[in-house]
Every structure is written in C-alpha cells, then in structure tokens.
C-alpha cells in the first residue's frame, strides 16, 4: 500500500483529501505545519507528497528543495496562488505537478495515481538484475561477485572467482593453461602457469565434492582444463 503524506495547513482541505485518498486504497499521513512536515518527510517511509506552498514555519518552495536533495519521490504541489511565477518556480524545484485550488479531489486521486504509477515504471526501467551464471549446482553473481555451490555460499579469492567465471561461461571448451594465465591474468605466461594449477586446485577444493573425481572443471591431459555441463 503507497503512503502519501500530505503537508496542509487548511484542516478542511487536508481532512477531505485524506478521505478520498483513502477510500482509493492508500495509507494518508497530514501535517499542519511545515517544520513537523519536513521533518516526517525527510525521517519517515513516504511514496507521494501533497505540499502546499503557504505553511507556517517552512514554505512548501523550501520543503521542496530540501525533499529533493533527500530523496526522489513524487511531488505534487498545491496553492491557492494562480500566478505562473509560482507554478514555475515550484517545477523548478523538483515538483512533478501543481494543482491550483479550489480542485476536484478525484482529480487529485487521479494525478495521485498517475505520478506513482510513472515513477514505478521509472523504477523498474532503471533497476537493473545481476548478472547471473548458474550451472548444475553452482550460482555465480558477477555484479555481486559472491558464488553458491548447492545453496551455500563460499568464498573466493578474485583471481579465484575469475578464473571460475571465465570457464563456467565457456563451458565444454578446453583451454591451454597458456591461454587461461592470458585471459585471467592479462599477461603472457613467461613461465608463470603454475599459478593456474594452484588457483584450479583451490577452485576444486570450494566447488568439487570430490576433489579426485572432479564434476566441474576436468583435467584434459596433456592440454588444459575444461568447464562440463
């Protein structure tokens, strides 16, 4: 249930919003003053607010501003004042709307739900799902970097995790050890493969079960290593 706050200094008003918005479904909080208004906004979980602009002790331009260098939800602003000036230095702002008063509540509920709706659209657009590589029992995040081998989670050195990576998203290619130190370690071997035996050997000992009868990643005699699925 999205819960709005309505900052409103008019009982009236803010009773008869609370109302409709309340018989559309959502949770209402009000307050009369601007300082006790800023202060909820700012310290309490808040989907929407309804501001008016004319409050004692904080105006609703400097709520605006302060909510918006906080946090980055809906604002619809409401007045008494016609003047452009206002509705343009409200905007400015960071307010999504401006209601001039008297205005219908419905219509009000109606903005309500339209500017929630938009912003959990923008929400789910911008969030973005790991990345995510699972084979038989092991579960790789590559934008966590954490592994999970049947449900447990294990760690892992970097170079650990990605020479894990690098060959459970290449799986049933065989690759040289000459060619795995290449890609992980981003240099030339010079006689430094060794360390690809070590780190597959530690690898074995977080994900195998047996680690002399390996389920993952094989050894191809003569050749390299190789990922199986």
């Known amino acids: 249930m999205s819960r709005i706050l309505i900052i409103e200094d008019e009982e009236s008003i803010a009773e008869l919003e609370k109302d409709y918005l309340e018989l559309s479904g959502f949770e209402v909080v009000t307050q009369k003053r601007g300082d006790a208004g800023l202060k909820c906004a700012l310290e309490e979980e808040v989907d929407l607010l309804i501001l008016d602009l004319m409050l004692p002790e904080v105006d609703g331009f400097e709520i605006c501003r302060l909510v918006r260098e906080k946090k980055d939800i809906p604002v619809i602003m409401v007045s008494a004042k016609k003047d452009d000036i206002d509705k343009i230095r409200g905007l400015g702002l960071g307010a999504d709307d401006y209601m001039t008063k008297p205005f219908s509540p419905s219509e009000l509920v109606a903005?309500?739900?339209?500017?929630?709706?938009?912003?959990?659209?923008?929400?789910?657009?911008?969030?973005?799902?790991?990345?995510?590589?699972?084979?038989?029992?092991?579960?790789?995040?590559?934008?966590?970097?954490?592994?999970?081998?049947?449900?447990?989670?294990?760690?892992?050195?970097?170079?650990?995790?990605?020479?894990?990576?690098?060959?459970?998203?290449?799986?049933?290619?065989?690759?040289?050890?000459?060619e795995l130190f290449r890609e992980i370690w981003d240099m030339e071997s010079i006689g430094d493969i060794a360390t690809v035996t070590v780190h597959i050997k530690k690898i074995r000992e977080k994900v195998e079960f047996d680690t002399s009868k390996p389920q993952y990643i094989e050894t191809i005699w003569g050749v390299g290593y190789r990922f199986k699925v």
């Open 111 to 178: 903005r309500v739900k339209a500017h929630l709706s938009r912003y959990e659209r923008l929400i789910h657009s911008n969030a973005k799902e790991n990345d995510i590589v699972e084979i038989r029992g092991i579960k790789i995040d590559k934008t966590a970097r954490r592994v999970w081998v049947n449900g447990e989670e294990r760690s892992f050195t970097t170079k650990e995790f990605d020479l894990l990576t690098f060959l459970a998203e290449n799986p049933n290619h065989v690759f040289t050890k000459e």
